[in-house]
């Protein structure tokens, strides 16, 4: 299995300058290469790697970035191309790859050589061909058997460095149940971020605090002079705060998506359109601020990576429609309470709309040609007499 560590690297003062030279070497070879893209025809990412020996010779600055940096280079333009190819082919409206300035391209890559982790007195260090040993903070040990496969180096518009480690694992992830017997349905919201058929309703993160340090700072930078020395303080200033906002966010969701997928044998969530819910008018900061996407695609990484079932279901529907006898019913968005006028079945919203998205991602994953023992009907509340807590 492939994963991704993150460390935070402690580089010197001259370190830190040839980090910095070494991402806008790269950033210009990137404009090069883009320029050529856009002049010449059948290029492509072998056919324009091949060309940067030759180039070393009249660009010789080029002899202290590492080979494999200045390949991932050009790979990284074409894998941008395709990127835009295949978001067109969806039938985006896209444009044309853009030139590279200062500022906007922050990380290059070493794959495969030209990395090596090294214990110096005891402190992990990390060497990249070109620049020498860099000090990091290895606050997490890597598993016994992995093999690193590519180190990327970033720099955070914080201004702090980070090294993300891509390793391989020789095992494989664990077999999915045969018949899930630990099943959970999730209804996702902004007042209760997740609400699940067990019972669990989880709060949203109050992240209020932290936004107003945000606004805060973005009004002092608002009033500094673009691009003076002030300007650059407060920049960082409103950098670290939005760094702020981001870790806490992506903690919650981490350790949200992992009691998930560690806890059930199958999860079923809804198939929301993320990027489309945070375009429609009205209440769309508190949507992004939800990072739904960001949640269900770190719960189907843990899922596939704790051998755990995970079904994405059309969400149409899931709040109207009564989990006991599937009659549809109109409700506001201030009712929060489901009552059925068919059957009588009571439950809150939230729960109501988790069991039939329980409901429907057993019966998906029975469609798709698995046993028939699944037990469907744990997907289906029985007691109408008692409301859903």
Known sequence: MNYNY??????????????????DTCRQVYNHFLHRLNHTDDTSAYSEQKLLPSLKTWWNDLKNVHSKVLQ???????????????????????????????????SFTYSQSGFKLKNTSGRTRLWLSKLGEIPLTFHRDLPDDAEIKTV?????????WYAILGVETPDDPPEKPENPERCVGIDVGILKYAHDTNGTAVESLDLSDERERLERAQRDLSRKEHGSANWERQRRVVAERHADLKQKRRDFLHKLSNYYATEYDLVAVEDLDAKGLVELPGNSRNRAGAAWGTFLRMLECKCEREGTHFVGVNPRGTTKECASCGVSTDKPLWVREHSCPACGFKADRDANAAWNVLSRGVKKRLGAGRSESTPVETALPVDTSVSAK
């Open 6 to 23: 993150r460390y935070r690297l402690r580089p010197s003062d001259a370190l830190e300058q040839q980090l910095a030279w070494t991402v």
């Open 152 to 160: 990327t180096v970033k720099q955070e518009p914080t201004g702090k």
């Open 72 to 106: 991932k280079v050009v790979q990284r333009l074409y894998d941008n191309l395709s990127t835009l190819r295949g978001r067109k082919e969806d039938g985006y409206r896209v444009g044309t790859l853009k030139w590279k300035p200062p500022g906007e391209y922050r």
